[in-house]
């Protein structure tokens, strides 16, 4: 399967789990690429003020796995803008992964999520698996493989 790992990333952390989740799938034996949204005004916390810099096409892929850290308890505004100005997810597999620092996703992870797959499904997409990574929690390690595995096993 042709898989796009659509990611943003300000400090690494997000990419660090999208270059994990490539790893597994290109040895499960998918094409798998990893593509990074970017902004001119990335500090920018208004998702109708941000303005995107590079905007990866997901018309080239089967399945999306979206990737975006978590900022002031809500979806990153600019994951936000980059999934707002999407033509369509319909016919696509969607998967969706956070990183936050806090070590529970009830400080912001579950919220901002909920945000995320809100917006997929305004564009008709169904998300079919979620996963969240609690940076500073002592077993981030097995949430980023259990992440990795959950995904792989469906796609
Ligand atoms: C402006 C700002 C706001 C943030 N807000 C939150 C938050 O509400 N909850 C949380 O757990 N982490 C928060 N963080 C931490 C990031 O979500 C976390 O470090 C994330 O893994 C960064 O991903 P990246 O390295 O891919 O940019 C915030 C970071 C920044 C810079």
Known sequence: MNIGIIVYSHTG??????EKLEEQLVKAGHAVKIEKVM???????EADKVQLRR???????DALIFGSPVRGFS???????????LATLKE???FCYLTQFFPSPMMGGNRA??????ICETKGGKVSEYGIVNW?????SKMISDITEKIGGLL
Do not use: G
């Open 13 to 18: 952390n997000t990419l660090s789990v999208a």
């Open 39 to 45: 902004a001119d005004n990335e500090d920018q916390m």
């Open 55 to 61: 905007i990866p096409d997901i018309s080239l892929y």
């Open 136 to 140: 500073s929690n002592l077993r981030r």
């Open 92 to 94: 696509k597999k969607v």
């Open 75 to 85: 979806l990153c505004a600019v994951m936000t803008a980059y999934l707002s100005q």
């Open 113 to 118: 999520m909920e945000q995320m797959k809100k």
